[in-house]
Every structure is written in C-alpha cells, then in structure tokens.
C-alpha cells in the first residue's frame, strides 16, 4: 500500500521487484484521471499493489510518475505486509540442524 499526496496530473506506475531479478514481477498503472478519482477530501490517496509472487527474500518498490507538470506525486509512506509460513520455517530449520 503507498499512501502519498497528490497535488498535478500525472501517470503513476508502481514496479515491485523480489529476490533481485532485473524483470519487476508485479507492474500495476494508473492514469491522472484513474488517480484524481482516488482522492479524499484531505487531498491523499492510496495506491494498493497486490503482488504476483508471494514467496520472496527481498522486495523492491519502484514508483514512476509520467506526464507530470511539475509537482505532481509525493510519496508519504509504502507498507508492506509480509507473513512467515510458521510450518516451513519449522521445517527449514530443523533441516538445517538447529532444535
């Protein structure tokens, strides 16, 4: 989730890149209309990505802005939630020898 000030017109492309593979695995966009009707009335808006892989070590968020006429996006914060399968992180670590 990117929750973020809008303030000019412009595109916005979200890119979230796991286990650091040069191809992004989840690419979502949003027009300047698309993104003006997320507006509330304190001018912010959230952007929610659901990605594509789910099993990852490492997670990268690229966030483009195209079109824009001047100060257009301003991000405030990206949330991420992540969870641990608790049986197969049991499992790795009993093969990895560790009680």
Do not use: C, H
């Not at 959230?46 to 079109?67: D, F, P, S, W, Y």
């Amino acid at each position: 989730m990117i929750q973020a000030i809008r303030v000019g017109g412009a595109d916005i492309t979200v890119n979230v890149y796991v286990d650091y593979e040069e191809a992004a695995s989840t690419t979502r966009t949003w027009t300047s209309s698309e993104v003006a009707a997320l507006r509330n009335d304190n001018v912010r808006i959230t952007l929610n990505v659901q990605v594509a892989k789910q099993n990852a070590r490492a997670v990268m968020v690229e966030i483009l802005e195209t079109g824009a006429d001047g100060d257009s996006f301003n991000p405030l914060f990206v949330t991420i939630a992540a969870g641990i399968d608790p049986g197969r992180k049991k499992r790795a670590i009993l093969a990895g020898g560790r009680k």
